[in-house]
């Protein structure tokens, strides 16, 4: 059984949740979300596997997950990275933001999300029970696309990208 790390809105910790509970009670819980850029500056984006247990299908940022109970969020954030995308690298956190959203299936995503940055240059290969597909796309490639196609991706990754430091993301 996964469990969360619930917190306020402060990031301090009140308490340990069931995972699959935390989000169908919309409790705000601690999570992550990793941009991994090449050196061309082009960010690694993912296509969550069609079985995830929400937003299957969408296009997302490199990798994201929950720390888990005792254990270090950059440490979570770098073992997330290798059980999805198969490859590792430094990582550091740039910011972070409290979102909430709900979804067709009537589970809630209610995060204080950590967003970090990292650089890679080889090609991954993404674990299948994780991820559909993926492709290295410029910011300013991407930004149109979510203009044009906002469905086809994330939640929270809509919510990151209009934050106003994601210059930071970048150098």
Known sequence: ME?????????????????MRAHAEGKLHRAFSIFVF?????????????????????WSNTACGHPRPGEAIAEAARR???????????????????YRAQFENTLIEHEYDHVFKGQFDGEPVPNTQEVEEC???????????????????????????????LPELIG
């Open 135 to 165: 492709r290295w796309i410029s910011l300013g490639e991407l930004r149109k696309d979510l203009q044009k196609n906002p469905d086809a991706y994330t939640a929270w990754l809509k919510i990151a990208m209009s934050q106003t430091n």
């Open 38 to 58: 090449d050196s061309d500056e082009k960010l690694l984006l993912q296509k969550r596997a069609q079985t995830k247990y929400h937003s299957g299908g969408l």
């Open 80 to 98: 997330r990275l290798r059980e999805e995308m198969n490859f590792d690298c430094e990582i550091q956190e740039v910011y972070s933001f409290i």
């Open 3 to 19: 469990r969360v790390i619930l917190v306020d809105e402060n990031n301090n910790e009140i308490g340990i949740e069931e995972k």
